[in-house]
T-cell receptor, first 111, second 113 residues
Framework: KQEVTQIPAALSVPEGENLVLNCSFTDSAIYNLQWFRQDPGKGLTSLLLIQSSQREQTSGRLNASLDKSSGRSTLYIAASQPGDSATYLCACGGSNYKLTFGKGTLLTVNP | GAGVSQSPRYKVAKRGQDVALRCDPISGHVSLFWYQQALGQGPEFLTYFQNEAQLDKSGLPSDRFFAERPEGSVSTLKIQRTQQEDSAVYLC???????????FGEGSWLTVV
């Protein structure tokens, strides 16, 4: 059974700092890996999707990497802003496209 | 609409009551998923539809949970004889096809009292 772990559980940084969120998974036989953002009381917003054959994806200030062999992914956020404050969730895509999620990292960016 | 729409947004049910949660996916999206999210946890997979076919229901916690998508668009998640442990946010998501970017609704918040 796939297990996804996210470290740290919470992170507080000053505005402008670059930061890295970590995700690890136990079963490397994944279809894809996605990073989501969740704001309080809201649904999830997809940030980046990395297919199993890819190593990384970039969107604006966000960069996500995938290393299947070591069971790791990282989400890099450059020049963080208060509006980046949210919970960030990592999810591995498996059979029937079902996603297995980590518990998330709660990010607070202080002005 | 432009996104995945869920209703009701909030539901308070008395223990033992039946509830029905509705999901309107993005038009044209073949794949539809239901997830359950407890407070402070990541979402947990419940079930997956491809058009009207329910291809995976391995995540449904018990036979009190039932999902359908009869015409391949709108889906309903039904919970019979609700229990307190059913209290959670129920998230619906859709994608144009399996393996592509998935879009979530804002969820139906169920509280069983």
């Amino acid at each position: 059974k796939q297990e996804v772990t996210q470290i740290p559980a919470a992170l507080s940084v000053p505005e402008g700092e670059n930061l890295v969120l970590n995700c690890s998974f136990t079963d490397s036989a994944i279809y894809n890996l996605q990073w989501f953002r969740q704001d309080p009381g809201k649904g999830l917003t997809s940030l980046l999707l990395i297919q199993s054959s890819q190593r990384e994806q970039t969107s604006g200030r966000l960069n996500a990497s995938l290393d299947k062999s070591s069971g790791r992914s990282t989400l890099y956020i450059a020049a963080s802003q208060p509006g980046d404050s949210a919970t960030y969730l990592c999810a591995c895509g498996g059979s029937n496209y079902k996603l297995t999620f980590g518990k998330g990292t709660l990010l607070t960016v202080n002005p | 609409g432009a996104g995945v729409s869920q209703s009701p947004r909030y539901k308070v049910a008395k223990r033992g009551q039946d509830v029905a949660l509705r999901c309107d996916p993005i038009s044209g999206h073949v794949s539809l998923f239901w997830y359950q999210q407890a407070l402070g946890q990541g979402p947990e997979f419940l079930t997956y539809f491809q058009n009207e076919a329910q291809l995976d229901k391995s995540g449904l916690p018990s036979d009190r949970f039932f999902a359908e998508r009869p015409e391949g668009s709108v889906s309903t998640l039904k919970i019979q004889r609700t229990q307190q442990e059913d209290s959670a946010v129920y998230l619906c998501a859709s994608s144009i096809s399996g393996g592509n970017t998935i879009y979530f609704g804002e969820g139906s918040w169920l509280t069983v009292v």
